[in-house]
């Protein structure tokens, strides 16, 4: 529980007690008194159950986090694990397969610009 709260449930308190005293002797300064305090006390406690619900909502995204991470690990963990046995099983397979997939990214990534004619320079 927030501090700002407990004050805020206070102030309440006082201001509902200060207003229901001015009520009682007829004063009217006394009760407006008591009465805007009473809404500094609620503002206060709203203030602080916002924060409470801030601090709570930070704590569960950061477990979400954390066991996103951990399940994260577990799968790159196994995937890594399952690799590394297929390629155990078969290594000319897995240089084969690295081959192709590096020829074709070497294709991909030094594709020669389009020949410019100087009819494309004057139209």
Known sequence: MDKDRIAGAAK??????????????????????????????????????????????????????????????????????AVAAKIKEQPMTALLAAGAIGFTLGVLLTRQPRQRNWRDYYR
């Open 12 to 81: 309440e308190i006082a201001g509902k007690a200060e207003s229901a005293f001015g009520k009682v002797t007829d004063d009217t300064e006394t009760e407006i008194s008591g009465r805007a305090r009473e809404a500094a006390g609620t503002a206060q406690n709203v203030f602080g159950q916002a924060k409470d619900a801030m601090r709570d909502f930070g704590e569960t995204a950061s477990g979400y986090a954390q066991d996103a991470l951990d399940a994260g690990s577990d799968y790159y963990r196994d995937g890594h694990r």
